[in-house]
């Protein structure tokens, strides 16, 4: 009878645990991002100069009021001139799509595209501004194009003496996962920028002070001294380098079509890779699961998952899924394959998670291996930031044998990166 009691008092009080855990979880505080505490410092850093912002529908505060709005409405600040990435300001312009120059409808402002004729400021886009501000949630995948206009900003706004104000957001894949070899030449490009991992565990923030001060920029060739700006961060209040998005308690705004969901970043840097190779297998791109899944419609989906199984892969699952793409090469054709899940995020290398399919596939289809069934595998080598992974790769299509080269800049950076730490 005392256990039919006790159940019924954690059910009127529900904050006795049953287990015996007297101390009540304490209730999370939601993160701060850097426009709130720009706004609440009554935009100090703005005051009596003439404004610039780089931004895109991500840039809201936690209300989902847009940093473009903020910023115009403030008296304090006088807003001058708006600067579109990828994407565009007001997010109206798909992936890979040109941005052009024109006037945003709600402000009245000039909004210059830096993802059309030019991807760097050029000179004329800069006259009239003091400071430029730059507002947009990232991914925490040095592919992702947003930090490589970051920096071509920052160069752009050095030579001109124009401060650059970064506001800070969480890195959704949080602060302590390094994955992936440095860039090496001659593989720098948009989509690898800097001499950084793939996966870099840094707010924008604190990449823009690596980059300012490393001399890690586009800029630099050979013994030329580094490309630095007058850089200040606003630093956001509660976030703590292991928390993923989800902690954040923050709405999520898409920063591209492809990346709907928090957890979406995690799986870019898992699939992203795989996706380049332009016709070998289906990434959800098309479908309600972009980055989530690798299928097609000639593999079997069991004998994948069978084989992805027997890796014991840390942190991550399989499930065999079908799925009839609504858009791309394969749309309305049905396909069969895998879709995956961090089922311990803390264990998992997200990045390891294509290479394990692609060896899974390497091994059931040996007539259908990556690198020599398709054409196009120049952007491969981009994003990876070299040629080096691919080639090992290819002789076997063993994970094993490219751990040692995908790997070894990753403690090198993590203590390089520690000194730019904000939190």
Not at 143 to 163: D, F, N, P, Q
Not at 238 to 248: K, L, P, S
Not at 329 to 349: E, I, M, P, W
């Amino acid at each position: 009878m005392k256990y039919v009691y006790l159940f019924a008092l954690c059910l009127v009080f529900p904050f006795i645990s049953c287990a015996g855990n007297k101390t009540a979880k304490k209730e999370q505080v939601r993160v701060k991002p850097g426009i709130e505490v720009l706004r609440d410092r009554d935009f100090k850093s703005l005051k009596g100069k003439r404004v610039g912002l780089v931004t895109n529908p991500t840039g809201v505060d936690s209300q989902l009021k847009s940093t473009i709005d903020i910023l115009h409405e403030a008296p304090e600040v006088n807003l001058v001139a708006l600067y579109g990435p990828e994407h565009g300001v007001r997010g109206d312009a798909y992936a890979g799509d040109k941005v052009i120059d024109f006037k945003d409808s709600k402000t009245g402002l000039p909004v210059y595209s830096l993802y059309g004729a030019t991807r760097k400021p050029t000179p004329q886009m800069l006259e009239g501004i003091d400071v430029m501000v730059y507002d947009i949630q990232d991914v925490g995948a040095r592919s992702y194009t947003y930090i490589s206009t970051l920096g071509l900003v920052m160069e752009a706004c050095s030579a001109k003496g124009i401060e650059v104000v970064v506001l800070d957001r969480p890195n959704p894949l949080g602060g302590q996962k390094i994955e992936g070899c440095y860039v090496e030449q001659p593989f720098n490009s948009f989509v690898s920028q800097y001499r950084i991992p793939y996966v870099y565990g840094l707010t924008v923030g604190e990449l823009a002070m690596l980059i300012n001060e490393e001399g890690l920029n586009r800029g630099q060739k050979g013994n030329q001294l580094p490309v630095k700006c007058k850089l200040t961060v606003i630093p956001m209040e509660g976030w703590t380098r292991d928390m993923v998005y989800e902690d954040t308690k923050l709405p999520w705004v898409l920063p591209s079509p492809n990346i709907p969901f928090k957890e979406s970043p995690m799986h870019y840097c898992a699939a992203g890779l795989c996706g380049e190779l332009y016709g070998y297998m289906n990434i959800g791109v098309g479908y309600t699961l972009p980055f989530q899944v690798f299928a097609n419609s000639w593999l079997d989906p069991n004998k994948l998952k069978e084989k992805l199984d027997s890796y014991n892969i840390p942190g991550v699952s399989f499930r065999t899924i079908w799925f009839k793409p609504f858009s791309g090469s394969s749309a309305g054709k049905l396909l069969g394959g895998v879709q995956y899940s961090f089922t311990d995020y803390s264990k998992a290398r997200i990045t390891d998670t294509q290479f394990y399919v692609m060896q899974a596939m390497a091994e059931l289809y040996p007539d259908k291996k990556p690198f020599e069934v398709v054409e196009r595998i120049g952007l491969f080598d981009k994003v990876c930031g070299t040629d080096s992974v691919r080639k090992e790769f290819s002789k076997r299509y063993k994970v094993a044998d490219i751990e040692p080269y995908w790997r070894k800049d990753e403690e090198a950076f993590r203590i390089l990166s520690q000194k730019y730490h904000l939190y």
